[in-house]
Nanobody
Framework: VQLVESGGGSVQAGGSLRLSCSYS????????MGWFRQAPGKEREGVAT????????DYADSVKGRFTIDRDNSKQTVTLQMNNLKPEDTAMYYC????????????????????WGPGTQVTVS
């Protein structure tokens, strides 16, 4: 199982970035894929998740209306479109997946995810 993120970089406040996560074939289909982030000195937090079976999404309140998560099961990719970026969005962004069905209250919790990519840095100035 391998997840690889791409698309990070540096951008000015108000700008946009699009992150992409490519994942290898799981033994069983991954039920939820998500994007998480961790800023220096802070805990890792959930940003957005998507149910690969039906497309249902969950977002952290801090990114609602600005970020959009999507997936393409045929290409085995998950993307995160980030618009109107703010300096507080600066962090290392990670792609993650889990084979388990998750209760709504748990979908943004990093502890619920098994598979993780190495991360991609996003810096907003």
């Amino acid at each position: 199982v391998q997840l690889v993120e791409s698309g990070g970089g540096s951008v000015q406040a108000g700008g946009s970035l699009r992150l992409s996560c490519s994942y290898s074939t799981f033994t069983y289909s991954s039920r939820y894929m998500g994007w998480f982030r961790q800023a220096p000195g802070k805990e890792r937090e959930g940003v957005a998740t998507i149910y690969t079976g039906g497309g249902a999404t969950d977002y952290a309140d801090s990114v609602k209306g600005r970020f959009t998560i999507d997936r393409d099961n045929s290409k085995q990719t998950v993307t995160l479109q980030m618009n109107n970026l703010k300096p507080e969005d600066t962090a290392m962004y990670y792609c993650a997946g889990t084979r388990f069905l998750l209760l709504s209250a748990n979908r943004l919790r990093p502890s619920q995810y098994t598979y993780w990519g190495p991360g991609t840095q996003v810096t907003v100035s």
